[in-house]
Every structure is written in structure tokens, then in C-alpha cells.
């Protein structure tokens, strides 16, 4: 069975940091485009970064400069580093892994800035 698992979210003030983690199952983390998803009340889920498994990486504009997202396939997880946190960066942090033609979404991890 395939399982992806956020961790890492939390309270911190605007202007802080803080590193989500994403651990998926061995069998389909090498294979897998890894992704980093966020969604605010009454908002629809967005992108937030994306990393391939040749270590490609896009951003959404949001983010760019203040967020890093990279991959560690001995250790089967992906990371999402936030720096420079705004309030609007308030949202639950969903993982998601594509391989092939299948998609695998983590529970989510709620991150909350204060401003």
C-alpha cells in the first residue's frame, strides 16, 4: 500500500520559517514527481512547488525567493523549507506523488502564520 505522510506544520510568527516533510513509500518515491499543495479556507487547493525525479523544480510565483523544495531519495522525502512567512501563507500543505498515470495525496499539515 502507497503512503504519503506530511509533517512539519505549526504556528509562527509572519517572517519566520519553518521545513514541512513529506515521506512517501519506498517503491514509487524514486519514480515520483513530488509535489507540495496548499489550500486556505474558502480557497481552491493551489500548487506551491513541484520537484521531478531528476530534481527539476517549479514554483508558483507566491513563493518564489522564499520557499525551497528538495528531494532526499535515500530517505524517501521530499522538503519544503519556508522562509520570509507571510500571513497569506496560512493554509493546510498537502504532498502529493505522481508516477505513472497515479496520483497520491498526503493528509496535510496545517501551517499558520500570525501577523
Known amino acids: 500500500q502507497v503512503q504519503v505522510a506530511e509533517s512539519g506544520g505549526g504556528l509562527v510568527q509572519a517572517g519566520g520559517s519553518l521545513r514541512l516533510s513529506c515521506a512517501a513509500s519506498?517503491?514509487?518515491?524514486?519514480?515520483?514527481?513530488m509535489g507540495w499543495y496548499r489550500q486556505a479556507p474558502g480557497k481552491q487547493r493551489e500548487l506551491v512547488a513541484r520537484?521531478?525525479?531528476?530534481?527539476?523544480?517549479n514554483y508558483d510565483d507566491s513563493v518564489k525567493g522564499r520557499f525551497t523544495i528538495s528531494r532526499d531519495n535515500a530517505k524517501n522525502t521530499v522538503y519544503l523549507q519556508m522562509n520570509s512567512l507571510k500571513p497569506e501563507d496560512t493554509a493546510v500543505y498537502y504532498c502529493?506523488?505522481?508516477?505513472?498515470?497515479?496520483?497520491?495525496w498526503g493528509q496535510g499539515t496545517q501551517v499558520t502564520v500570525s501577523s
Open positions: 502529493k506523488a505522481d508516477v505513472r498515470n497515479s496520483q497520491f
Open positions: 519506498r517503491m514509487i518515491f524514486s519514480l515520483s514527481a
Open positions: 520537484i521531478t525525479s531528476g530534481g527539476s523544480t
